[in-house]
């Protein structure tokens, strides 16, 4: 154990201070800051316990089962990490510590298009255990090349963001953040990422996309029904109910409570995922009753690389995963993939 | 009159800060803590205020009636004391000095299978004014053989929990708490506590249990309509509203909103207790116009008894059927055992 | 002006630290306190501010009419000084300074039974602008004297305290309260003070008080809409919506929340007026959008009171009717005696 | 830039303390005060936060469109400025510097009646981008001689407040409120403010206007949807959905809880316009997508006038628009004139 004793009392949250008092202000800031006021930052994490359980009992809770499949992949947790870019940033493991935390509890990491370590060495790593994030690029060989690369390399899908086509602005300032020695982006240079330069991201780039590869194409940041229900029209076989982590745009709808109406408007037809402020194995039970197959967990898997590197990431998966199987026993869900829907209610 | 003379002003709430000062800090957090982040013990004790009265006037409350009775055994006041293990860390008179509380007040105290003296002594004081507490112990055998032992000593029930399929984890350290000397469980060897080692706790273990004695088996731990509608289906006499004092799973629905779709579902073909957050006799008026028969009190109790042992638990429980009493009457309620559903309202 | 300047612009409740300054600490709490946890005498105050107001605009109010009449009775403004026992506690001036201040007001003064100044005194001020409110004590005979001595003294009505069968708690402690020397009950003697020692006050003895005198008998201290009902059904003429300003039985619906069902209960067969929490002009307004005909104003007028005697008395009745006034023409109110339903609204 | 440059992060909130400490107190408090307890004041920034943004993608937002038009005058972004009264106060640019600015980003200007400089001198600089404030003065001849100046100078409208009958009562004393040197009412004399001093305010007052002048009279203030229908019956082309800023009537619905009810009433026979709150370009978009055509920016046009004089409040108005387009793009609006209804949602 490497992480701080208290953690594993006082969950995910205690590590965020903890993680901001070992990086540099820019750094930290780097990992925490959200668009404009914050509101959707903070609005995301206290939604999840706005959905009070209501447990059942007298079920047979001997051996829970948390195993399910995303896009048919065997993953012990439903519960996989977010891309998030320059991991190196937080701590020298990186992108490789992330990995290697993530291959040994078979689980899925989705590697960020502003990776700091090249991803021959996280596929290495990873095996099948990896999807790749892309922007659309202005430079769309450039993308294009990306994404083959990355399905050439095992990546089992790619995940295009479509909440960013623009970059929002941080409430904070980033003066302070330099980029330590050493780390940058690989494989985009700084003076490529004009993300949407010409700022067309439609449909009909989505299709452009699933062209030139053989993995599936899934979208990151749906919030609203009638998108999910235009993806599952399109063959699209998932979708991340996301705001960016509150990074892009300020004041949209906390993600705990777009998911009920995107999941239903979808009826099964796709796989749902959902990230934001998931901070407590019960939160993914939530996530889990409101129609999501898996969640992505973001930045308290920084925090956890930012005060123990590889390991730290590790126990910060295993923390999740303990609550997780813990608080499904307590209640009455012998098999995560199968949380009924009254489990959770707003009253 | 033994408590601090604040209290009969401010309520119980007061005794509890009190009640800690007194008290090793162990011993005051093994008391107080809940589960993770305590956002039920705090939401059970808010919810039961969210409950507004609408008193009626002009009735005769020249004398109010707050006899009752628990599965027709009459009781002065509908108010039980819950099942608490080692009472006697709170206060050398321990599990004895409450029962004698209970015994001079024609009350009924569940004795925890955790209790820290000997049932054959605290049934020489409660005759039949006990019931016993029982988890399901991995060892089936000492099970029923504590459960055929409390009932030849007069038990007048079983309350299996049924909340607790595994141990859940206190959000405060605990790691200052040593049994003070010549405490300890009697009745469960400390081996022995590997409660659902095997975890299988289901309907067909209630059964199980009903089977080795011919005392009512009452289920402690229902949230759920649809597992109170099971428990009727099935015959069992009693159950208890309960999410463990917020000390197993944090997240779950506060048991004030979770009672009146309980008793809803029941429909009167069981009785109905409830805990959870019970600090003033108006509580104990809300829990009966939401269709619960009686109520359990825990902290409280054991506030009472770390402060003034048997005489403050006593008074503890005093001041609580006094508030009812009054409250009552205030309300226009000539009887509590006929409380109307349309005295509280959430607006 | 005798009040401190700055109560023009931050209104009534400024005055209530004031008034707390100039008081012994004592006679500071006998104004203030409320039942137990004083949950509802805050919420008394907060429930006016949570009905929004949405006026009306291009209507004529270069004239705003704020006269009303209850029971007949014309009154410059609807705004009526409550029942408050021992007013010279708060100031030597007392029941008489009010009484001054409300006769040259065109106002209406409901003595307390617990008044600390013969009620010969305040008829003679008064004339016929005062009501009786009375208990029913255990003392039927004293009773009925009582309220035959008002009636022959000239008031226009007897209000009955229906929501007092008990005595309340108060959360804080009185124990530094001592009547000011020469303050005393006149009307009771303290050992007469056994209010409801039969406790039976029902149906039955509203209609014996109604046989004691001419005057029409009034009903403080409803809530609920049947008993609103049942007052219209036994030809009861007026009823106040009042929960004893949180002094008797805490966690009562506000009055703002319960008074539209007893306005809608009684479709205008009595006249409803209300108390519990008026501060501000707009407050009166927001109560008769919600039907009732007045207000009644407590503590407030015992703040002037203890600031400035009968001139503050009467200052903090002007502000209010000013209050009100403007308030009235900004919501295109031009007679307080017709506000529409829909000028209030929560949201 | 001029303005502290934080603020392009933390939005324009962050310039009232800034504004407020380069300003003699009076001077501040006379740009912030709102009437009696500032509910409204307080509430109108709160109640746009409450409008959830639920964003659509992969819509083509590579450009996007903020341009729009107001009683056919095109507008370069639909954010006009508030009539406001003494600008000069805040710095000595005073309304010419308010003026320059908005001309030179082809925005509108509502000049207030209460201007400390004269309008000859603002058309000359605004062209057609400006429309005329005006209070019906007692003095008729006054009002209709402004009005017909304004007409003749090139102003677009008349918009004529209807909210404020009577002055109403800010809560903060202004006794430290000096004019600065130099700086005056122009356009009324201070005795001539007897505002409605026969106070008679109609629809007929309406039309009175209406024939004095052949530019359309825009009515400012109103908040019930009666009114606004009424409006749009009688031939009204636009309305203003406002509460003063909160500085008349506290206790009002904030306007962005009152905008649905008003843009569902007039069903688009007019157009809609909102005040009040509105401190970021989402408030904007949440504006647009209840039904309003454009919003009016008050105190944050002052609060840059203050720190920077024209070029300050140029800034703001910049700041402002900028956040509009990107956020626009962030929810996918391509057309700022086309805003679905089913952006925001309240949850």
Request: hydrophobic share 50%.
């Amino acid at each position: 154990v490497i992480l701080p004793p208290l953690t594993r009392h006082l969950g995910l949250d205690e590590l965020q201070a903890a993680a901001a008092a070992v990086l540099p202000v820019g750094s930290a800031e780097f990992l925490e800051t959200g668009a404009r006021g914050e509101l959707t930052v903070r609005a995301n994490v206290a939604a999840w316990s706005s959905w009070w359980l209501r447990p059942r009992v007298l079920v047979d809770v001997a051996e829970v089962s948390t195993a399910s499949t995303v896009l048919d992949l065997p993953v012990r947790v439903p519960i996989l990490v977010a891309p998030m870019s320059l991991q190196r940033v937080a701590h020298p493991d990186g992108e490789s510590g992330v990995a290697r935390a993530v291959a040994a509890r078979e689980g899925l990491m989705i590697v960020s298009m502003g990776t700091s370590t090249p991803i021959e060495e996280l596929a290495a790593i990873l095996g099948r255990r990896w999807w790749m994030q892309l922007y659309l690029l202005s430079d769309r060989d450039l993308t294009a090349s990306i994404a083959r690369r990355a399905a050439s390399l095992g990546a089992g899908a790619l995940v295009l963001t479509v909440d960013a086509p623009r970059v929002g602005t941080q409430s904070r300032p980033r003066d302070g953040f330099r980029y330590p020695d050493g780390v940058s982006d690989v494989l985009v240079d700084p003076t490529a990422w004009t993300i949407g330069s010409d700022r067309r991201l439609t449909w009909d780039e989505v299709h452009w996309l699933q062209d030139q590869v053989d993995i599936p194409v899934i979208l990151k940041g749906i919030l609203h029904p009638d998108d999910a229900a235009r993806a599952a029209d399109d063959g699209v076989r998932a979708i991340v109910v996301s705001n960016h982590g509150g990074r892009v745009l300020d004041g949209t709808l906390p993600t705990a409570l777009a998911l009920p109406a995107v999941t239903e408007a979808v009826g099964g037809r796709l796989e749902v995922y959902v990230d934001g402020g998931i901070r407590r194995g019960a939160d993914v039970l939530r996530a889990l009753a409101l129609g999501a197959r898996a969640v992505l967990l973001g930045r308290p898997v920084l925090w956890g690389l930012a005060l123990g590197g590889s390991e730290g990431a590790g126990e910060v998966l295993d923390l999740l995963a303990e609550e997780l199987d813990t608080d499904a026993a307590l209640c009455g869900v012998a098999d995560v993939a199968q949380v009924p829907h009254d489990l959770v209610e707003r009253i």
